[in-house]
């Protein structure tokens, strides 16, 4: 089994910063990709940040120029800066991964969600 245990979300207020971090641990060989995506109150879940093994980003546009996304490939862990938040970035996210199994097959992990706050 592979677990992602996520952690840093909270209640901040609307110019504030808060940083997520998500370690992945268990039967995965690889991770290939690693993101976070957040779901708000009758929203669809979407994307937020993607990072590859390879470095590559990208960031959904509402995002650009305040959250940044990284890892530690030594750690399995994956970081969501995020500043300048906004009232609007409140919701619930999830980091995802997506690597290969011991088995030699790729899948998608997902972790247990962390509530993100902002006040107005």
């Known amino acids: 089994q592979v677990q992602l245990v996520e952690s840093g979300g909270g209640l901040v207020q609307a110019g504030g910063s808060l940083r997520l971090s998500c370690a992945a641990s268990g039967s995965i060989f690889s991770i290939n990709a690693m993101g976070w995506y957040r779901q708000a109150p009758g929203k669809q879940r979407e994307l937020v940040a993607r990072?590859?093994?390879?470095?590559?980003?990208n960031y959904a546009d509402s995002v650009k120029g305040r959250f940044t996304i990284s890892r530690d490939n030594a750690k399995n862990t994956v970081y969501l800066q995020m500043n300048s938040l906004k009232p609007e970035d409140t919701a619930v996210y999830y980091c995802n991964v997506y690597g290969l199994g011991y088995d030699g097959v790729m899948r998608i992990y997902w972790g247990q969600g962390t509530q993100v706050t902002v006040s107005s």
């Open positions: 990072i590859t093994s390879g470095g590559n980003t």
